[in-house]
Structures are given as C-alpha cells and as structure tokens.
C-alpha cells in the first residue's frame, strides 16, 4: 500500500513539472524578454533596439563610419515613435538576415527585403513600406544584347551573378534561366566584381539598387539596361517591409501602428527622396497587405 501511494506521488508529481514546462514555453511563445517583460517593454526600457540591414545601397550602407540608406531611416523613425530612440544597426550578409533575428542576433532585420510566402515562413513581416521593381546591369555595350530575364533563358551560354538569398534567383528561374546558368554572391559589389573581370555576363537585383551601386562603383565596363523588360512573375513589383521574429508579435504590432502614422505624413516621401527614391512611385500602397502578400494572393 505504501509502495501505490509513493508511486501515486511521484506521478503526480511529474506531472505538475511537465505541467509548469509547458507553461514556460507558452510565455517564451508569446514574445517575452528577460524577468517576464515583453520584447516590447524591454526594448523601451534599456532605450535601445538592434537592427540587422543588408549592405545594399540605397536601402542600408556604410558610409563615413555611419550606417545610411531609405531603410536605416525608416526604422530609426519609427523606433523613435515608440521611444526607443538608441538604434543599433548591423550590416549582414542577405542571405543571414533571417537566420540571424531566428537566432537572437537582431531585434528586427530590414533592408528593402521583399515580402514572399517562403519568406513569411521564418519571418513575421510588418506591413509593407516600398515598392519597386527589377534592373539588369551588364558589360559596357551589352555584349550578348540581353533586355530582359527570358534573354538570358535563350543563351544557354549567358550567365548571371545574383546576391545570395535574394528574390531574383526564383524569378529568373520562372522566366526560364536554369540552375547552372547562375552564380551565388555575398552583395551587390561581389555581383558587379563577377560581371566587370567577365566570370559572369550579368547581374540583377532591384532597379534602385543596381542604379545606386553604379554610381558609386569603380567598375567603369559596366551599365544598366535602360529597357530592362519587367518580369512577368509572381512577385514583381516587390513590396519591401521589416521583419520580426515570429514569437514578437506585440512588438511588429507596435511597430506597424507608428510606421502606418509615418506614412500618412509628409516625413515618409521625404525620408524615401532623400535616398534617391520616388515619393509617388516607390512608397507602398496603403491596400497592399502583408497577408496578402504571404498568402499569394498579391
């Protein structure tokens, strides 16, 4: 009898522990920081939250010592608005944004990264923030006349150098381009380096960007494709936008609260023309959702 009351104990006791183990990962569910606070009050009470960018200019970029770009002013802006005035930004490889925030090295990651439904499967997006489209860049005269992805498709010979992690490699692959046709790269600059000594015959990314690293690159054999023919694919145009982790909802719901605020102001075009973007054409429509976008239906 003593024995069936010990091991009566004994269950329940284990019981209660896996009880209050299953508690503790429902609070670590719900986005909550060190001693119990939320990630949220967290960030607001040591003032100071860290942001992973990507180097692409003009969305995130070092210069003079000091991080700039479209995407480094939109975030200070609105972490501002929620009080947290001490950004910590941090460039990244593209391809280690995600797997960074996933493993606690960011707070948030932002950089023009564009919303897609394999993305959204790591990644919690807050609402979008801008829109834009794809560029070409090529060897001085374009030597193999390539206008557009199918181009490309067509010359089994032509290659292209494409940023690790990047959106353009599934978008060239569904215009045709196949898997051996393509180069891996860290950034934009390592692309350009392939296209300029000839390893690769072109390179792709977002039109702004190939634009922006042109002008400030050494690479004087290079040029943009000016008739650049638009990808009809799923995705274009793009809808750039801040990511969270997925346990972070109070903090991405805060977040698209004052960036919402930020956009219906003046503050936001002049944020996106002082980085050389288009307050008419690049600021995301207010009817464009992210959970449209995840779920495909943008």
Do not use: W
């Amino acid at each position: 009898m003593r024995k069936l009351l010990l091991a009566s104990v004994l269950c329940f006791s284990f019981v209660l522990l896996a009880a209050c183990g299953s508690n503790d990962e429902g609070n670590e569910s719900s986005g909550e920081g060190e001693g119990g606070d939320s990630v949220l009050a967290q960030l607001k009470e040591e003032g100071t939250v860290t942001v992973g960018f990507a180097n692409e200019k003009p969305y995130a970029y070092q210069e003079d010592g000091e991080l700039k770009g479209a995407a480094v002013d939109i975030a200070k802006a609105v972490f501002a608005e929620l009080g947290i005035d001490n950004m910590e930004g941090q460039l990244a490889e593209f391809g280690q944004l995600i797997p960074g925030l996933n493993a606690g090295k960011f707070d948030v990651i932002t950089a023009g990264m564009a919303i897609n439904p394999d993305r959204c499967k790591n990644a919690d997006f807050g609402e979008p923030e801008m829109m834009y489209g794809e560029g070409l860049v090529v060897q001085e005269g374009n030597p193999l006349d390539l206008h557009s992805y199918a181009d490309i498709a067509e010359n089994p010979d032509a290659t292209i150098a494409i940023m690790q992690g990047a959106t353009e490699n599934e978008f060239v692959k569904s215009e045709g381009v196949s898997d051996d046709q393509i180069q891996s790269a860290p950034d934009v600059p390592a692309t350009f380096s392939a296209v300029s000594s000839g390893r690769a015959d072109a390179t792709t990314g977002t039109g702004m960007s190939l634009k922006k690293a042109l002008e400030t690159s050494n690479a004087e054999n290079l040029e943009l494709v000016t008739d650049f023919e638009q990808p009809d694919v799923e995705g274009v145009p793009s809808y750039g936008a801040a990511a969270f982790h997925k346990d972070n909802d109070e903090l991405r719901k805060a977040y698209n609260e004052k960036l919402a605020e930020l956009k219906a102001s003046d503050e936001f075009g002049k944020i996106l023309e002082a980085n050389g973007f288009s307050a008419e054409t690049n600021i995301a429509p207010d009817d464009i959702t992210t959970e449209e976008i995840c779920n495909g239906e943008i």
